[in-house]
């Protein structure tokens, strides 16, 4: 007599019962019985940086997909398992007598340590792994690296080519009408607890967390955690999470044909919040929740009608180029592995001494979630950006929407990385997207690494000369300052022709207005808690900032060194910068990973996936004032002219001498 399969399929990042090729594959065992399973993983809960809000997007996924497992038998559910896989699985491959573990492929890095060491417990426990599906992408990111020549993909071209070898998307597959029984659920095995230090989310919990109390939850049914047993803060994102919200949002965008076809990135308005110009699908796409297969081809019926073939946008500006663009960076990290996440070590991202370094662990050359704090003024700048007390309201005005609501526009991330970069402060990359991390609802590392690279021209992009200007950007989309009026009420009352520059205001207007431009925020508002609100000035002058900022990426450029190069690696870059160049430069060595010894960590200081389309506005202006296409060129000497503007062309400025 043949034994019926006894299978566990592990969700993880494919939080949906449509479209799950792995899980299809749990089903075509026709096992005995299926046990679907969570395990609460503590290098998410401590070692990743996850502010309330897209915990709160996770524990929705999570809550409707079990909902729906039920619907389909009332005898199971998802069983979230509270101890990490390593530790867990074997336990119960005993206790469930468990013939096949089934999950999707996920190439993020730590993932694969993670499924390696899966994949040898259960060999040694005698379970079959079924582990050869993706669904997170398009194409599976290993091919994409494969048909490339073995290399990352860098650019869009680069994606496309190797997509022509793959050959054409897989069409998704239905959700299923049944589901098997889950079997005993006994787990007669002691809990294996995690050690909750380092904590990365100590300061977004109110108080202990508590998610590790019991293995199968506090009243042993295999719950969801809860936001207050994880000692978290409550939640302040109206974006909710779950495949019945995903497919709803779904069918509402593809019923308007006229936006679906006609989407095009660069020209959708960073500054529409209620609602937002774009289609808010990436949080849905990072959980699992939609699959990117079928978004994919439910557009490309939208654009293949005949009466919508003449007015279709096209890759990269369209629907189907975004979920590209996400791929892209997918092939590049698994290419790459944890280095692309950083500059050290990462032969694709040049090297530029920016302020705030990372520290690197000598063991392993990875970073540590640390840095050095080299110069105290760009510590300011820093903290002053992360908690929107710039001075600039554009600026301050996303960074407030960012934590708010977990969610900022593609060109509102574009404008406040390149102002934390590139544009202004000089600070690192790696810093910028720490704070993403921490407060995006569709936080994908792949995606967000790729996307800080890019704005702050240390990869795929290397215009340095083109920058957003804080005042002008904002108010080519929003001339009256709507969108900064929200999220920065105390300058509601602010005329249009202040509302970007507030501190130009005369005094008696400011008064009118209730808010005095003076400080630097960190009264939060109010003036000592009476009187009228205060804002705070602009912390630098932008115009001497981005040039200083401009001449620092030139020089860095001619210099021409990447992360992986031997004088990155053992501190002799410093001989190669004068010691008056901006950033940690003076000396002629820098630290060793031996002695990077005083960092400071993130989450110690009290309180991108970046949808990136080429930009069709994004325009110079030269000395004449007319515009001009930048040439692209990968020189190491990009040069730029006198009067070269922003991005947007509003702001035009004679080049100012600076610490470069």
């Given at each position: 007599?043949?034994?019926?399969?006894?299978?566990?399929?592990?969700?993880?990042?494919?939080?949906?019962?449509?479209?799950?090729?792995?899980?299809?594959?749990?089903?075509?065992?026709?096992?005995?019985?299926?046990?679907?399973?969570?395990?609460?993983?503590?290098?998410?809960?401590?070692?990743?940086?996850?502010?309330?809000?897209?915990?709160?997007?996770?524990?929705?996924?999570?809550?409707?997909?079990?909902?729906?497992?039920?619907?389909?038998?009332?005898?199971?559910?998802?069983?979230?398992?509270?101890?990490?896989?390593?530790?867990?699985?074997?336990?119960?491959?005993?206790?469930?007598?468990?013939?096949?573990?089934?999950?999707?492929?996920?190439?993020?890095?730590?993932?694969?340590?993670?499924?390696?060491?899966?994949?040898?417990?259960?060999?040694?426990?005698?379970?079959?792994?079924?582990?050869?599906?993706?669904?997170?992408?398009?194409?599976?990111?290993?091919?994409?690296?494969?048909?490339?020549?073995?290399?990352?993909?860098?650019?869009?071209?680069?994606?496309?080519?190797?997509?022509?070898?793959?050959?054409?998307?897989?069409?998704p597959i239905p959700s299923p009408k049944s589901?098997?029984?889950?079997?005993?659920?006994?787990?007669?095995?002691?809990q294996t607890r995690p050690s909750p230090e380092?904590?990365?989310?100590?300061?977004?919990?109110?108080?202990?967390?508590?998610?590790?109390?019991?293995?199968?939850?506090?009243?042993?049914?295999?719950?969801?955690?809860?936001?207050?047993?994880?000692?978290?803060?409550?939640?302040?994102?109206?974006?909710?999470?779950?495949?019945?919200?995903?497919?709803?949002?779904?069918?509402?965008?593809?019923?308007?044909?006229?936006?679906?076809?006609?989407?095009?990135?660069?020209?959708?308005?960073?500054?529409?919040?209620?609602?937002?110009?774009?289609?808010?699908?990436?949080?849905?796409?990072?959980?699992?929740?939609?699959?990117?297969?079928?978004?994919?081809?439910?557009?490309?019926?939208?654009?293949?009608?005949?009466?919508?073939?003449?007015?279709?946008?096209?890759?990269?500006?369209?629907?189907?180029?975004?979920?590209?663009?996400?791929?892209?960076?997918?092939?590049?990290?698994?290419?790459?592995?944890?280095?692309?996440?950083?500059?050290?070590?990462?032969?694709?991202?040049?090297?530029?001494?920016?302020?705030?370094?990372?520290?690197?662990?000598?063991?392993?050359?990875?970073?540590?979630?640390?840095?050095?704090?080299?110069?105290?003024?760009?510590?300011?700048?820093?903290?002053?950006?992360?908690?929107?007390?710039?001075?600039?309201?554009?600026?301050?005005?996303?960074?407030?929407?960012?934590?708010?609501?977990?969610?900022?526009?593609?060109?509102?991330?574009?404008?406040?990385?390149?102002?934390?970069?590139?544009?202004?402060?000089?600070?690192?990359?790696?810093?910028?997207?720490?704070?993403?991390?921490?407060?995006?609802?569709?936080?994908?590392?792949?995606?967000?690494?790729?996307?800080?690279?890019?704005?702050?021209?240390?990869?795929?992009?290397?215009?340095?000369?083109?920058?957003?200007?804080?005042?002008?950007?904002?108010?080519?989309?929003?001339?009256?300052?709507?969108?900064?009026?929200?999220?920065?009420?105390?300058?509601?009352?602010?005329?249009?022709?202040?509302?970007?520059?507030?501190?130009?205001?005369?005094?008696?207007?400011?008064?009118?207005?209730?808010?005095?431009?003076?400080?630097?925020?960190?009264?939060?508002?109010?003036?000592?808690?009476?009187?009228?609100?205060?804002?705070?000035?602009?912390?630098?002058?932008?115009?001497?900032?981005?040039?200083?900022?401009?001449?620092?990426?030139?020089?860095?450029?001619?210099?021409?060194?990447?992360?992986?190069?031997?004088?990155?690696?053992?501190?002799?870059?410093?001989?190669?910068?004068?010691?008056?160049?901006?950033?940690?430069?003076?000396?002629?060595?820098?630290?060793?990973?031996?002695?990077?010894?005083?960092?400071?960590?993130?989450?110690?200081?009290?309180?991108?996936?970046?949808?990136?389309?080429?930009?069709?506005?994004?325009?110079?202006?030269?000395?004449?004032?007319?515009?001009?296409?930048?040439?692209?060129?990968?020189?190491?000497?990009?040069?730029?002219?006198?009067?070269?503007?922003?991005?947007?062309?509003?702001?035009?400025?004679?080049?100012?001498?600076?610490?470069?």
């Amino acid at each position: 007599m043949v034994t019926k399969p006894r299978v566990i399929y592990w969700f993880r990042t494919d939080l949906r019962l449509h479209d799950s090729p792995a899980l299809q594959a749990a089903l075509d065992l026709r096992p005995e019985c299926l046990y679907p399973i969570w395990c609460w993983d503590p290098h998410y809960v401590y070692r990743a940086r996850v502010g309330p809000n897209r915990w709160q997007f996770l524990l929705d996924c999570q809550s409707d997909l079990s909902a729906s497992i039920t619907k389909l038998n009332s005898k199971s559910k998802l069983f979230v398992i509270r101890e990490a896989p390593q530790t867990v699985l074997p336990k119960l491959f005993e206790a469930w007598r468990i013939s096949h573990l089934v999950f999707e492929r996920d190439t993020d890095p730590y993932a694969r340590e993670r499924d390696e060491k899966v994949l040898e417990i259960a060999k040694a426990a005698g379970v079959e792994v079924v582990s050869t599906r993706h669904g997170r992408t398009l194409y599976d990111p290993d091919d994409l690296v494969r048909e490339n020549s073995g290399q990352p993909t860098m650019s869009m071209s680069q994606v496309q080519h190797a997509a022509e070898k793959i050959g054409d998307v897989p069409k998704p597959i239905p959700s299923p009408k049944s589901l098997p029984d889950s079997g005993d659920t006994t787990m007669n095995f002691d809990q294996t607890r995690p050690s909750p230090e380092p904590d990365f989310n100590k300061n977004q919990r109110s108080t202990k967390d508590e998610s590790y109390a019991q293995l199968a939850g506090p009243s042993g049914d295999f719950s969801v955690p809860t936001m207050s047993e994880l000692g978290l803060k409550p939640a302040t994102s109206p974006h909710r999470g779950g495949e019945t919200i995903a497919l709803a949002a779904l069918d509402k965008i593809i019923q308007d044909e006229h936006y679906t076809a006609t989407f095009s990135k660069p020209s959708t308005a960073p500054t529409a919040f209620s609602p937002q110009s774009t289609t808010l699908l990436s949080p849905h796409h990072h959980f699992g929740s939609l699959s990117v297969r079928l978004v994919y081809w439910r557009v490309q019926e939208v654009i293949s009608k005949p009466k919508n073939k003449s007015k279709s946008t096209t890759v990269p500006t369209n629907l189907i180029g975004q979920l590209l663009f996400r791929d892209m960076y997918f092939g590049a990290q698994a290419a790459l592995g944890f280095q692309f996440a950083q500059t050290f070590g990462n032969p694709q991202a040049r090297f530029i001494p920016w302020h705030l370094p990372s520290k690197i662990d000598v063991s392993t050359s990875l970073v540590t979630g640390e840095y050095t704090v080299d110069n105290s003024e760009a510590e300011t700048w820093f903290q002053r950006w992360k908690f929107a007390r710039t001075g600039f309201p554009w600026i301050d005005a996303l960074m407030r929407q960012l934590r708010q609501e977990g969610w900022i526009h593609h060109l509102g991330r574009h404008a406040v990385a390149c102002f934390l970069t590139r544009g202004g402060c000089y600070v690192g990359w790696e810093r910028g997207a720490e704070v993403f991390e921490e407060w995006l609802i569709d936080h994908e590392t792949s995606c967000n690494s790729g996307n800080w690279q890019w704005l702050s021209c240390t990869a795929f992009f290397t215009q340095f000369y083109r920058c957003y200007s804080p005042v002008a950007f904002g108010k080519k989309w929003d001339k009256n300052g709507e969108f900064v009026k929200h999220f920065v009420p105390e300058l509601k009352n602010f005329s249009e022709k202040y509302i970007y520059e507030p501190h130009k205001a005369p005094i008696a207007d400011q008064k009118k207005w209730g808010c005095l431009i003076k400080g630097d925020g960190s009264r939060n508002g109010e003036d000592g808690g009476s009187g009228p609100q205060t804002y705070p000035k602009p912390m630098f002058d932008f115009n001497e900032r981005r040039e200083i900022c401009i001449q620092g990426l030139k020089n860095a450029y001619h210099i021409g060194l990447h992360g992986a190069d031997e004088q990155v690696k053992d501190g002799t870059w410093k001989r190669l910068f004068d010691d008056a160049a901006e950033g940690p430069t003076e000396g002629t060595k820098g630290p060793t990973n031996e002695e990077q010894a005083n960092g400071r960590r993130e989450e110690d200081i009290d309180e991108f996936e970046l949808d990136i389309a080429e930009d069709q506005n994004e325009h110079e202006v030269d000395g004449k004032g007319e515009e001009t296409r930048g040439n692209g060129k990968k020189s190491r000497g990009a040069k730029r002219k006198g009067g070269q503007g922003t991005l947007d062309a509003h702001v035009i400025s004679p080049r100012k001498k600076g610490k470069a």
